[in-house]
C-alpha cells in the first residue's frame, strides 16, 4: 500500500493516543488562524456566489403574502428535514466521503439525487473538500474554519476563490474513489447537475400547479399555487438546509462541549445536533469519523444514524460502522489527544 492511500485508508485514531476528556470544556477561540494560503478576498468565485445570491433574494419572496401558503410552508419544513437528512447527512456525508455503511448502489444514487437537490455541489466536489476539512481541520488548509472568523467559516469559504479548492487538484487527491462511479463523473459534465436542479423546479412547482388545478381552480390560482410550492418548497427549503449545513462548519467548530479532547477544535452543539440531525454532534465525529453514529451520550439524539439503522433493517444497508472500540473504551480514562490530523476519511472498501 503506497504512503497516501494507507493515511487515506487509516480512519481510526490509534488506540495509544485515543485518549477523551469526558466533558472537558476547552476554551471558545483558542487562536486565529490566516486565511487558507493563495485566497485573496477580492477574488470572488461567482460560479457559487451567483447562485447562493439568486436563490437567497427568490427565498425572500416567500414574505410577499401572495406567495404564502400553508402548504407550501408544510411542503418546506418536509422537504428540509428529509433533503438534509437523506441527501447530504446520510449521502454525502456518513456513506461517501466516510464509508460508515454499505447500500445498494441504486440507493447510493437515490440519496445522491437529493443530495443535488440540495444544490451543495456534486458528490466528488462535496466529498473532497470534507475530507480535506478533516485532514486538516482548524489549520491553515482547512476549507472552512472558522478560527480564521466565523463568516469565512459559514459562508467565505464558498464565495471566495481558494486556489487550493482547485476540481482537478482535490479530486486526485481526496475523491478518485468516488469518480470510479460513471454517475458521479456525468455529474461533473454535461451540465447534469443543473438539469437536475432545474428538474426539480418544474416538479415542485407542477405538483402544486396540477393540484389546484385538480380542486377546480382558476389558471391563475394554479399559477400562484405553483408558484408558493416552488418557492417554500424549493428556495426557502434549500437556503434553509445549506445554513444547516454551513453551520455545523462554522459554529460547531467555536461553540458548544468536547467529550474527546482532540487535536481541533471541534464541538458538540446542543441546537445544531438536534437542528442538524446528528451532524452537531461534532466532536464525537472529529474523534471517530468512520462511525456512521455521531452521537455517542444519551442525550446526543442523532436521527442519522435511527434512519441508517432503519436502512439496515429493511435491508438497504449493511457493514454498518458503529464508534470505534478504542475511543469508547477510551471515554473511561484520560490525558492524552486524539490526533485526528492526517486521516481524512475513508476511500475505499
Ligand atoms: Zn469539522
Ligand atoms: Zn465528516
Redesign the pocket.
Given at each position: 500500500m503506497d504512503p497516501l492511500t494507507a493515511e487515506m485508508t487509516n480512519n481510526r485514531p490509534a488506540a495509544a493516543k485515543a485518549v477523551p476528556l469526558p466533558g472537558t470544556a476547552e476554551p471558545g477561540l483558542s487562536g486565529r488562524l490566516p486565511l487558507p494560503a493563495g485566497v485573496n478576498l477580492n477574488r470572488i468565485e461567482w460560479g457559487a456566489a451567483l447562485p447562493i445570491l439568486f436563490y437567497h433574494l427568490v427565498a425572500l419572496l416567500a414574505f410577499i403574502p401572495w406567495y404564502f401558503s400553508w402548504t407550501g410552508v408544510i411542503v418546506a419544513v418536509i422537504a428540509a428535514r428529509l433533503s438534509g437528512l437523506l441527501g447530504i447527512n446520510i449521502g454525502y456525508h456518513r456513506l461517501l466521503t466516510h464509508r460508515g455503511f454499505r447500500c445498494p448502489k441504486w440507493f447510493e444514487h437515490v440519496l445522491v439525487v437529493i443530495a443535488i437537490c440540495c444544490v451543495e455541489d456534486t458528490p466528488a466536489r462535496w466529498v473532497a473538500v470534507h475530507r480535506r476539512?478533516h485532514q486538516h481541520?482548524d489549520e491553515q488548509p482547512d476549507p472552512h474554519s472558522p478560527l480564521v472568523n466565523f463568516l469565512w467559516g459559514h459562508i467565505g469559504w464558498l464565495i471566495i476563490k481558494n486556489p487550493e479548492l482547485n476540481r482537478l487538484g482535490i479530486y486526485e487527491r481526496y475523491a478518485k474513489d468516488i469518480l470510479r462511479d460513471p454517475f458521479y463523473v456525468a455529474l461533473e459534465r454535461n451540465w447534469l447537475q443543473l438539469k437536475i436542479i432545474l428538474i426539480q423546479w418544474l416538479v415542485f412547482f407542477g405538483l402544486g400547479f396540477l393540484a389546484e388545478l385538480a380542486m377546480g381552480g382558476t389558471a391563475m390560482q394554479a399559477l400562484q399555487f405553483g408558484l408558493s410550492i416552488l418557492i417554500w418548497g424549493v428556495f426557502v427549503r434549500t437556503v434553509f438546509v445549506w445554513h444547516q449545513t454551513w453551520a455545523v462548519?462554522s459554529i460547531?467548530?467555536l461553540w458548544g462541549y468536547r467529550n474527546y479532547q482532540t487535536d481541533e477544535d471541534?464541538r458538540n452543539n446542543m441546537v445544531i445536533g438536534l437542528l442538524a440531525h446528528g451532524e452537531g454532534w461534532?466532536n464525537n465525529h472529529?474523534a471517530d469519523p468512520r462511525s456512521a453514529r455521531h452521537g455517542h451520550k444519551w442525550w446526543e439524539f442523532d436521527t442519522t444514524w435511527l434512519t441508517i439503522r432503519l436502512f439496515e433493517k429493511l435491508g438497504l444497508a449493511t457493514d454498518v460502522v458503529g464508534p470505534s472500540p478504542y475511543v469508547m473504551k477510551a471515554a473511561a480514562t484520560a490525558g492524552q489527544t486524539i490526533t485526528t490530523h492526517g486521516p481524512d476519511g475513508t476511500p475505499t472498501h
Open positions: 476539512h481541520a462548519n460547531t467548530h471541534s461534532h472529529h
